[in-house]
Structures are given as structure tokens and as C-alpha cells.
């Protein structure tokens, strides 16, 4: 069978011209044919018996094939918007760092294409900063070191950019069994002999602002609370703080920073269970007038994987301030979710400043370039920094 195989082969070719075999004449269709580097296709309805419709140009006119009807695509760019990278001083929430903005381009299948992109970090680019506050009784340190160290917050990041906004939310945990003690004395006050609010599963106290005065009242203002076990409601509160972006009032083109601080570890996907809610999260907005997230008890808490998803959908870092006992899990934590950093917090949370400097200026001189890209495309990046 072998044999007879390699016969029939030997005279199909004995068939053809010698000139008539090149690397594109084995493509059958226009398709596989234009996807082949210099091979073109005849698309004309008569066309010379035997010869095959894809060669390359010269050969394909040979053979009497018109040039209007060769079909063989070219590789074109055409920049659409380019506007100038900005200066210091740009009006917040337009500054342009990326250059060109948009350009259309057109590729043979096949065919590499190399473009240039250049980035210049604008100076005063807008900042906003969300404190994001476990507020169970164990915080009670960092609650006030937190009021206190407001002006000195608003200063540091003053060096680094004059258009800065500071938001504060807080959160507990679901008001159910068994997250919270659910008697009712223990309801209204869950903190024993200290006076205490009710729990609740997250409040957003106060939407960005740029007046510090506001942001320090809102702090002093916020009272403790408290639960039964040593994990928060924390991942509710981060989904709420970053798709609410109307009632936070993110601004879309702001470098958007929520710092989550606790002492606690975390609640996920399948714990709602054990208090019997079996809706999985939306992923949606749900917080009322007085900023309370109204699904905490019907619907469970979010997944690592929608965690993540929403912070890369909405560009949001994430900068996790925990004690040194929780730090390990946090940071295996940032492993999984990108965009989020995890840092130890002193017991009375006196280095937040320092934490809040130290980290920004490492995100803000670390440049990532992203695409989506479907699968049968491959981008590679290549950088010339400074020459």
C-alpha cells in the first residue's frame, strides 16, 4: 500500500510544470493562501487550467491573471487620535500620559507589525485615596490614631500631587448567625461594658472629597462595633467601594487607591453558607441612601476571582494594611488578585503615613502596559527608558 501511495504521488507531480510549484501553490484557498508571506491569490473566473491560484505576484500575472483582481493585503497603520503628552498643571482628570491615544491598524494575517508608544508620567495627576475601615472593637487604636493623622496624610500626598481626594468607609459583617451575636442586647450594643453601634456589613461614610476637615469628622464621627469570630466582612466592602463608582464619585481618570486596613482575615465565596445565604454575589452596586450596602444578608460574599476581575475592569489598586500576624496570608492573598499590595501596620497604626508614601511611590514608578488581545493575535513589548 506503501508503494502505491509514493507512485501516485510521483505522477501527480509529473502532472505539473516545474515552475508551477512554489511554496504558496499548495494553498487551496484564499485564506490559507494571503496568510502565507508573499503569496498572493487570482480571484479572476477564468483563470489558466492546471495553475494554481495562489503564487506570488509576478507569477500570477504570468500565468494572465489582471492586477485588479490579485488579492494580496498589506499590513497598514493609520494613527486616529494623538494629542500632546501633558505638562505640569493639567486640569484634573484629563491629563494625557500615553501617546498616541487611538490608531487603527490593519494586519495580513501573519504579517508583524511593530508601532511606537510613548509614556510620560504627568505631574499633579489626580489621586484617589479610599480608607477602607474594619471597625470591629480590636481597631479601636487605629480608629483614632487615623483621625488624627488626617492633615498629616493630606500633606504627604500633597508632595506628590495637588489634586488628592480622600473617601472613608467601614465595615463588620453580616448581621447573622453566626458572624454576629444575634440576641438582641448584643445587637444593639455587641461591645459588652464600651459603648458600641449595631453591626452592620459596610457604610460608606464619606464619598471622595477633597476637604480634609470633612475626612477627619467622618473618622471621629464613625463608631465601633463588633462580631464573634476573627474573620471580616471586608471582601463585601471592597466589592461596594469599587463598582459604586457614582456613589463613591471615582473619578475615571484618576490613579484610584483603596487602602483596606484590619487586623482580621478575610470572609469569601461559600462562607454565606454557614449563615444560610446561598446567592452567590452580582458583582453589582446595592448601597442606599445613607451608604449601607442593603444585600449583606442575601447575598454571600464575593469570589477571589471576582474580586480580581473588578479590580482589573476598574483599574483600582488595592493596598492591604495588616498586623504582622495576618501579613503572611495577606500577601499570599496579592499572589492571586492583581493589583494589590500588602504591608504591615503598626498596632496603633502611627506609620500609615509612611505606609501610604512609601507604597504609592513604588506603584507610581512601576509602568505596565496591558492589552486584550484575542488568542490569535501575540503582542510582544519591548522598552527604551531614558534613552
Not at 145 to 160: G, P, Q, R
Not at 330 to 338: G, I, M, N, S
Request: aromatic share 8%.
Amino acid at each position: 500500500m506503501m508503494f502505491i501511495s509514493v507512485i501516485w504521488f510521483l505522477v501527480l507531480l509529473e502532472g505539473l510544470n516545474s515552475e508551477d510549484i512554489t511554496p504558496c501553490s499548495s494553498r487551496l484557498t484564499c485564506g490559507t493562501c494571503i496568510a502565507s508571506p508573499n503569496c498572493a491569490w487570482c480571484s479572476e473566473r477564468v483563470y489558466k487550467r492546471g495553475a494554481s491560484r495562489c503564487d506570488i505576484i509576478e507569477n500570477l500575472l504570468e500565468k494572465g491573471c489582471s492586477k485588479k483582481n490579485i488579492i494580496s493585503p498589506s499590513t497598514v497603520s493609520e494613527i486616529l487620535v494623538n494629542e500632546d503628552l501633558s505638562d505640569a498643571g493639567a486640569v484634573a482628570g484629563s491629563a494625557i500620559q500615553l501617546k498616541p491615544q487611538k490608531f487603527k491598524l490593519s494586519l495580513r494575517p501573519g504579517d508583524p507589525a511593530a508601532f511606537t508608544l510613548t509614556f510620560r508620567q504627568a505631574e499633579d495627576y489626580p489621586v484617589d485615596l479610599y480608607y477602607l475601615m474594619d471597625l470591629t472593637f480590636t481597631m479601636k487604636k487605629h480608629k483614632e490614631t487615623l483621625a488624627e493623622l488626617a492633615d498629616t496624610i493630606a500633606e504627604s500626598m500633597n508632595n506628590v500631587t495637588k489634586n488628592f481626594r480622600l473617601g472613608f468607609g467601614s465595615f463588620i459583617d453580616k448581621v447573622v448567625m453566626p458572624y454576629v451575636d444575634m440576641v438582641p442586647d448584643r445587637l444593639r450594643n455587641p461591645c459588652r461594658d464600651v459603648s458600641c453601634n449595631s453591626p452592620y456589613g459596610f457604610r460608606n461614610h464619606l464619598s471622595l472629597d477633597d476637604d480634609v476637615a470633612r475626612f477627619t469628622q467622618e473618622v471621629s464621627r464613625a463608631n465601633l462595633s463588633g462580631n464573634l469570630d476573627n474573620a471580616e466582612g471586608g471582601f463585601d466592602a471592597i466589592m461596594q467601594v469599587i463598582v459604586c463608582k457614582e456613589k463613591i464619585k471615582w473619578n475615571d481618570r484618576s490613579r484610584k487607591i483603596i487602602l483596606f486596613a484590619t487586623d482580621g482575615v478575610f470572609h469569601y465565596a461559600g462562607d454565606g453558607k454557614l449563615g444560610g445565604i446561598v446567592k452567590p454575589n452580582d458583582g453589582n452596586c446595592h448601597l442606599d441612601d445613607d451608604g449601607y450596602y442593603t444585600e449583606s444578608i442575601y447575598q454571600d460574599y464575593p469570589s477571589l476571582s471576582q474580586i480580581n476581575t473588578k479590580i482589573i475592569e476598574n483599574k483600582i489598586l488595592v493596598i492591604f494594611a495588616v498586623p504582622d500576624s495576618e501579613l503572611p496570608l495577606y500577601q499570599r492573598l496579592t499572589t492571586h488578585v492583581e493589583g494589590t499590595y500588602a504591608e504591615r501596620l503598626e498596632s496603633d497604626a502611627s506609620n500609615i503615613v509612611d505606609l501610604i508614601h512609601q507604597q504609592y511611590n513604588k506603584i507610581q514608578s512601576k509602568v505596565e502596559l496591558k492589552d486584550t488581545a484575542p488568542d490569535f493575535l501575540k503582542i510582544t513589548y519591548s522598552s527604551s527608558c531614558l534613552g
